[in-house]
């Protein structure tokens, strides 16, 4: 899945820990994350610090970037290569729409996100 969207499925916002507010991870389950309510969760904001890699072209806000910079090679706290990333906007019952971008190491299962 590189893009999707939820919609009128979510509630309430809360924050918790390092991790998106809770409704998102549990809407997380649903898209195929791997037990998203039980990994560690890190925002890549704290693990890669301003990467051309991470960003997102401001002409086309949709489009991933990942693998376009092969001669970087970011890894989880595993040892895994970090995750592809897939964007998706998930929009609240308030109708306020959130977008991030999410991505699960296959290895140790921690899920990384930020905000898109
Ligand atoms: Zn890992």
Redesign the pocket.
Known sequence: VEEFVMSDRLGPIEVYCDAPPYPIVRACQEIGFRNPEDVRWLRLRHVVDHHPWWGISPGHPWKLLLGRAKSVEK??????KLPRLCTGTFTLNTGEELTYRLGQ??????VFWDEA
């Open positions: 890894t989880c706290s595993c040892g895994e190491c296959r290895r140790c299962w921690t």
